[in-house]
């Protein structure tokens, strides 16, 4: 099933303790698609300004990423990011966020963009998430990504993005700064419990607390399944790690429409979905941006999950 994706395209400068990037291309909509686009036709909605390279359109499309609804805005600057991160790559520090074309923008999805029946609202201001989530009111499933910055500023109309969406992939942090529940479970639990407005079918039924090193829980309404994060010697850039874990979550769950009961996913099917994306989070922070996944291979993908279901079992002592 073809997704649609919006998010930031971005333009990042980002050092870590193993080097820097000065205007690497970057944005959560680049990193899930180039990721997502490794299972299902995967279509981008986002402003770019006039400085927005066509080699890096190029690149992006060259992975079969259906493009056209990236508007360029010829006069205007492309969403611009600056970050750092010391040697606990678990944490970061923002130096620096250019809104540029965001500030103002007004999504206009195209015919193709509104008929998918798979909706990623990559993080970016909640209000625009709800504008397209509006667009696509027969979807059958939508998941949402956001951070620290919109709890903080924009927790209301964050709450009701969430509430008409199947599914919530966010920082185990935020998890617990958006509820105010200390606890994980507990505040899974109270997400899980929130009501949809009247214009959207239900609300969410699956939580992904991202955990960074550690790894990531899925939390539904009847079940919990945990991963670790695949054991790398050599990280280099996390940047984008989230955005391609959901890329790999939503893009396997997008690809096999047959996993799912009563319109939803099947928990097995979560599990693998789980599985995929933490392979393809485990490529992206081995190289800078999207240096590593911009070449990543169906063969490695399926090497690596082999080693991750390896390490994962244990024989069942009665
Ligand atoms: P992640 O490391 O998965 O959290 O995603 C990092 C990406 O998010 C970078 O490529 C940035 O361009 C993008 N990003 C950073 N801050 C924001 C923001 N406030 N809104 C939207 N995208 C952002």
Known sequence: MPITVVGSIAYDAVKTPFGERERMLGGAAVHFALAASLFDEVRVVGPVGGDFRQEDLDLISRRGVDVSDIERIDGGRTFFWRGEYGWDLNSRETLDTQLGVFEGFQPKLSESSRSSEVLFLANIQPD??????????????????????????????????????????????????????????????????????????????????????????????????????????????PTGAGDTFAGGFVGYIAAHPNGSGDGRPSDELLRQAMAYATVLASFNVEEFGTERVERLTQEEIAARLSELHAITQFSHVP
Not at 137 to 154: C, E, G, H, K, Q
Not at 218 to 223: A, E
């Open 128 to 237: 625009l998430q709800r504008q397209v989530r509006a667009q696509l009111p027969n979807a059958r499933f939508v998941a949402l990504d956001s951070m620290n910055l919109w709890i903080d500023i924009a927790r209301d109309s964050l709450v009701s993005a969430i509430a008409g969406c199947d599914c919530l992939i966010l920082n185990d942090a935020e998890l617990r700064q958006l509820t105010g529940k200390p606890n994980l479970i507990s505040a899974a639990r109270e997400i899980l419990s929130w009501q949809p407005s009247s214009d959207v079918p239900r609300g969410p039924s699956v939580i992904v607390a991202k955990q960074g090193e550690y790894g990531a829980a899925l939390i539904t309404r009847d079940g919990f399944f945990a991963l670790p994060a695949y054991p790398l010697e050599n990280v280099i850039d």
